[in-house]
T-cell receptor, first 116, second 112 residues
C-alpha cells in the first residue's frame, strides 16, 4: 500500500532558528514529491516539487532534498520567521494512475510553531 | 485567475439539517476532490471526480453525496448533518491524477 509518513508530528522552535522536517514514502512507481504549506484556516499551497532526478531544490528560505533510493525527503527551513508557523504536508505522486484518486498520496503533515 | 473557490467559508448546522458546499474552479481541470480535515489531523478524501458526469467514493464517503454536471463545479451535499461531520472541508482540483493539486480556502462546518 502506498504510504507517506512525516516526522515529527509537531515542532516548536524559536524565531531565527533552523529546522528540518522529514518525509518517508513507499509510493511506487514514483513520479514526484511536493511539499505544501498550510497556514491556519487556509488551504494548502505548493512550496516546491521534486522529481526523480533532483536531489535539492530551494525556494527562498525553504530547501527540499530528495533521496529516491531510500525514498526519503526533507524540508529545511533557514532562519525561521513567525510567518513560517503552519502545517507542512508532503504529497507523493505516482508515475501513472489507474484513473482514480490513487495518483496522490498525502502525509498527515508536520505542525510547526515558531515562537518569538 | 481565481483558482478554486469555495462557499460558504463558515456554517453552523443543526443536527438533521441539510446543506450544499459549493466548489468551482476556472483552470479547466478534469480532476476535482473533496477532503475533510479534523483538528490536528491530515486530509481525508471524501469523494472525487475525474471529469463531468463521473464521480467516485474516497476514504470517508458516508453521509455525503456529490455531483459533477460541469467541468467547473463540484458541489458536496450533506443530507442529514451529524456532529461527526463537524470539520473543515477543502475542495481541490488538478489537471491530471498525478498533477499538482490546487486547494480552495476551505469551509468550516459546525454541526450542533
Amino acid at each position: 500500500k502506498n504510504q507517506v509518513e512525516q516526522s515529527p508530528q509537531s515542532l516548536i522552535i524559536l524565531e531565527g532558528k533552523n529546522c528540518t522536517l522529514q518525509c518517508n514514502y513507499t509510493v511506487s512507481p514514483f513520479s514526484n514529491l511536493r511539499w505544501y504549506k498550510q497556514d491556519t484556516g487556509r488551504g494548502p499551497v505548493s512550496l516546491t516539487i521534486m522529481t526523480f532526478s533532483e536531489n535539492t531544490k530551494s525556494n527562498g528560505r525553504y530547501t527540499a532534498t530528495l533521496d529516491a533510493d531510500t525514498k526519503q525527503s526533507s524540508l529545511h527551513i533557514t532562519a525561521s520567521q513567525l510567518s513560517d508557523s503552519a502545517s507542512y504536508i508532503c504529497v507523493v505522486s505516482l508515475m501513472y494512475s489507474g484513473g482514480g484518486a490513487d495518483g496522490l498520496t498525502f502525509g498527515k503533515g508536520t505542525h510547526l510553531i515558531i515562537q518569538p | 485567475n481565481a483558482g478554486v473557490t469555495q462557499t460558504p467559508k463558515f456554517r453552523i448546522l443543526k443536527i438533521g439539517q441539510s446543506m450544499t458546499l459549493q466548489c468551482t474552479q476556472d483552470m479547466n481541470h478534469n480532476y476535482m476532490y473533496w477532503y475533510r480535515q479534523d483538528p490536528g489531523m491530515g486530509l481525508k478524501l471524501i469523494y472525487y471526480s475525474v471529469g463531468a458526469g463521473i464521480t467516485d467514493k474516497g476514504e470517508v464517503p458516508n453521509g455525503y453525496n456529490v455531483s459533477r454536471s460541469t467541468t467547473e463545479d463540484f458541489p458536496l451535499r450533506l443530507e442529514l448533518a451529524a456532529p461527526s461531520q463537524t470539520s473543515v472541508y477543502f475542495c481541490a482540483s488538478s489537471y491530471s491524477a498525478t498533477g499538482e493539486a490546487f486547494f480552495g480556502q476551505g469551509t468550516r462546518l459546525t454541526v450542533v
